[in-house]
C-alpha cells in the first residue's frame, strides 16, 4: 500500500474549521486507499507568538528553553488534528518529533536531523491509523527538544516523504501552486500544472512563497515529487507538481521573476590579476552581504571592472566594505546605484535552444527599456533595469513568452508515475545532515567553449537585442552572456560559444563592430568552471570560497557570471584541470 505524506503549513490549521477540513483530507486519501502521515505546522502565527512571549521575558533566551517553548506550537496542532480525525470516526494517533524518533544534533534553532526511525510510523499505519506528527522539531541524544530552523515542517515533511519512500508529498498552504509570474505583479499570470525542482530553485522568489527551498532540493535529490496544492479548495483542484520535468518539453521559458529592490555596485578599473575578486568579496563577508548578481567581463587593457547588486536595504555597508577594497587594489573608482531592479526568465528547455535570450533583449528594447547588465545560467537570463521600468519589463517578457497560455504538450497534474528511489534511510539522513547551511550539488568543467567579447558598445536600449540576433540568425549556440554595468554611455559584452564555432562567431562579431562601434578580442579556448548548489546567493561564503581556491592556485578569473543556483567563472583553457581540483578540494566539506 502506498504513503502518502500530507503537510499543512500554519493558514492551513490557523483554527478549529480548517483544522477539520485538513482532518476530511487526511481520512480521504485513507479511504482511496493510502497509508497516511500528515505533517502539521503550528496554528497560524503561533510561532511568531511565542518568539514574542519570550522577548518580553527576557532579550536573551537560553536557546535550549526557546526550542521548549517554540515545539508547543506544533505539539498543540497535531493533538487538535487527531481529536479531529477520531470525531470524523477514523483512527489517528498524534507524535511528536521525539516520539517519532527524530534524532537532531544539539544546535538549537537550527538543528540537523542524524536519524529518523521508520518502526513506529510503520506499525501504526499498518494498524490502520492516521500519523500526525509535528513539524520542525527532533531531540538530541540527551532528549533536549530541538527545532530545525523557522519554515523547517516542510523539512520534516520531505524528510519523512524520502525515508518512508512515499509516493508523493503534499504541501497544503494558502496558495494555488507556483505560478508562472508574482499573480500580484501580473494579472496574465498562469498556475503551473508542473514545474522542476531545478527552475522552482532559480525561480526563488516565486518558490519562497510557497516552499523552504532547502525542501525543494531535497526532493530533488530524493526524486521525492512534491505537490503544491490550496488547502481551502474543495474541488480538489489541482496545484501544481514540484519534479523532475517541467511543464512542458519545447518550451524554452517557463517561468519569470522580479527582485525589485537591487542596487549596484561597480569596481571600476582593477587590475585584471588572481586576487581582486577575492578581495572585494572578502570584505563583503566581513560585513555580512549577501551578494546576488555578480557580473565580470574580461578586461580591454589589463584591468577590469567588477560589479555585483546586493539589496538596497544593504548598499551602504556594502558600499563603506568596498571602497576599502578598492583603494587596497588600486581601483579607479567604486560607482554605484541604488534604483535598480531584476527581471529573469527561467526555463529548462534554454539549455538547448537558440533564440531566447535575444528574444528577452528585443522585447525589452521594443518597449524602449535599456538593459544595465545581463548575467546567465544555464536555465536562466537575468537582466538589470531602470526600477521604475522594471514592472514593464516583466509583463513584456511574460508576454513574449506566451506564459498566460498553458502549453499544448503539457504534462498534466499527477500524471507521473510514482518515482523509484534507490536511496537507503541511512544515506538519506546522511544527506540530509550535510543539507542545512549549504549544499553544493556539482563543481563541473566545460572544456568546449571560446570566449567572444566586444568592447564599449553604445549602453541604450536594442544593442543587446541586436547582437544576440545576429548570433542567433547565424544558429550558434550562445552558452554565457554576461553584459557589465556601463560607463560613459558605454557597456562591455561578452559571451562563450562553441569552440567549433570560433571562426563564424568572428565573423558576425566583426561585422557587428563595424555596425556599433567598438573593439572586439576573444579568446578560441576557455575553460569554464560552475559551482551548483543552493543556498549560494545567501551564503555570501560560496563566492569568496571559490575565489579563494582559484587565487590560492594563481588562477585569474576572466568573467563572471551568478544566478540564483549557480556560479559560472571564465578561466584561461590551461588552467582548467587545475581550477577544477582546487575548486573539488575547496568545496570538499559540503559536495552533496
Ligand atoms: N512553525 C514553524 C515556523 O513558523 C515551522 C513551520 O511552520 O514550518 O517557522
Ligand atoms: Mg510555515
Not at 197 to 205: G, K, M, N, Q, T
Amino acid at each position: 500500500m502506498g504513503i502518502i505524506v500530507q503537510k499543512f503549513g500554519g493558514t492551513s490549521v490557523a483554527n478549529a474549521e480548517k483544522i477539520r477540513v485538513a482532518a476530511r483530507r487526511a481520512i480521504r486519501a485513507q479511504q482511496d486507499g493510502k497509508q497516511v502521515v500528515m505533517v502539521v505546522s503550528a496554528m497560524g502565527h503561533q510561532t511568531d507568538v511565542l518568539v514574542d512571549l519570550a522577548k518580553q521575558i527576557t532579550d536573551d533566551p537560553s536557546a535550549r528553553e526557546m526550542d521548549m517553548l517554540l515545539s508547543t506550537g506544533e505539539q498543540v496542532s497535531v493533538a487538535l488534528m487527531a481529536m479531529a480525525i477520531h470525531s470524523l470516526g477514523a483512527e489517528a494517533v498524534s507524535l511528536t518529533g521525539g516520539q517519532i524518533g527524530i534524532r537532531t544534533d544539539s544546535s538549537h534553532g537550527k538543528a540537523r536531523i542524524k536519524s529518523i526511525s521508520t518502526e513506529r510510523m510503520k506499525a501504526l499505519l499498518d494498524d490502520g491509523k492516521i500519523v500526525i506528527a509535528a513539524g520542525f522539531q527532533g531531540i538530541d541524544e540527551d532528549y533536549n527538544i530541538t527545532t530545525l530552523g523557522r519554515g523547517g515542517s516542510d523539512t520534516t515533511a520531505v524528510a519523512l516523504a524520502a525515508v518512508l519512500n512515499a509516493d508523493a508529498c503534499e504541501i497544503y498552504t494558502d496558495v494555488d501552486g507556483v505560478f508562472t509570474t508574482d499573480p500580484r505583479l501580473v494579472a496574465e499570470a498562469r498556475k503551473m500544472s508542473r514545474v522542476s525542482h531545478d527552475e522552482i530553485l532559480e525561480l526563488a522568489s516565486l518558490g519562497a512563497g510557497v516552499m523552504h527551498s532547502r525542501s525543494i532540493e531535497f526532493g530533488k535529490k530524493f526524486n521525492v515529487p512534491i505537490h503544491v496544492c490550496n488547502s481551502a479548495s474543495f474541488s480538489d483542484e489541482p496545484g501544481t507538481v514540484i519534479g523532475s520535468e517541467s511543464e512542458s518539453a519545447d518550451r524554452a521559458v517557463t517561468g519569470a521573476a522580479l527582485t525589485k529592490n537591487e542596487a549596484q555596485i561597480t569596481v571600476a578599473g582593477v587590475p585584471d590579476q588572481p586576487g581582486t575578486s577575492l578581495a572585494i568579496f572578502s570584505k563583503l563577508a566581513g560585513v555580512n552581504v549577501a551578494v546576488d548578481m555578480i557580473v565580470q567581463n574580461p578586461g580591454a587593457d589589463g584591468s577590469a571592472d567588477i560589479s555585483f547588486t546586493v539589496l538596497e536595504d544593504d548598499l551602504p555597508k556594502s558600499l563603506a566594505a568596498v571602497k576599502k577594497a578598492a583603494d587596497e587594489l588600486g581601483a579607479e573608482a567604486v560607482l554605484h546605484d541604488a534604483s535598480l531592479s531584476k527581471v529573469s526568465i527561467v526555463g529548462l528547455g534554454m539549455a538547448t535552444q537558440t533564440g531566447v535570450a535575444d528574444r528577452m533583449f528585443r522585447v525589452l528594447a521594443d518597449a524602449n527599456i535599456n538593459i544595465e547588465a545581463i548575467a546567465t545560467s544555464e536555465i536562466k537570463v537575468s537582466v538589470l533595469v531602470k526600477r521604475e521600468q522594471a514592472l514593464a519589463a516583466l509583463r513584456a517578457v511574460h508576454d513574449e513568452f506566451e506564459l498566460d497560455r498553458p502549453p499544448r504538450d503539457r504534462v498534466k497534474f499527477g500524471e507521473t508515475a510514482a518515482a523509484s528511489r534507490k536511496a537507503d534511510a541511512v544515506d538519506i539522513v546522511a544527506r540530509l545532515q550535510r543539507m542545512e547551511d549549504l549544499t553544493i550539488e556539482s563543481v563541473s568543467l566545460d572544456e568546449t567553449q571560446a570566449q567572444m567579447t566586444l568592447f564599449d558598445v553604445p549602453d541604450r536600449p536594442g544593442v543587446s537585442a541586436r547582437i544576440f540576433e545576429a548570433i542567433a540568425s547565424e544558429n550558434i549556440l550562445v552558452d554565457m552572456i554576461v553584459q557589465s554595468i556601463g560607463r560613459d554611455g558605454h557597456a562591455d559584452i561578452s559571451f562563450t560559444v562553441p569552440r567549433s564555432e570560433l571562426e563564424h562567431a568572428r565573423r558576425v562579431l566583426k561585422s557587428l563592430s563595424a555596425e556599433l562601434g567598438g573593439e572586439t578580442k576573444d579568446e578560441a579556448a576557455v575553460a569554464i568552471l560552475t559551482v551548483k548548489g543552493i543556498g549560494i546567493r545567501s551564503h555570501t561564503g560560496v563566492g569568496l570560497r571559490m575565489f579563494k581556491a582559484l587565487n590560492d592556485a594563481g588562477i585569474n578569473v576572466e568573467m563572471v557570471s551568478t544566478s540564483e543556483v549557480r556560479v559560472n567563472v571564465v578561466v584561461a583553457a590551461n588552467k582548467g584541470e587545475a581550477g577544477l581540483t582546487a575548486l573539488k578540494t575547496a568545496f570538499a566539506d559540503v559536495l552533496g
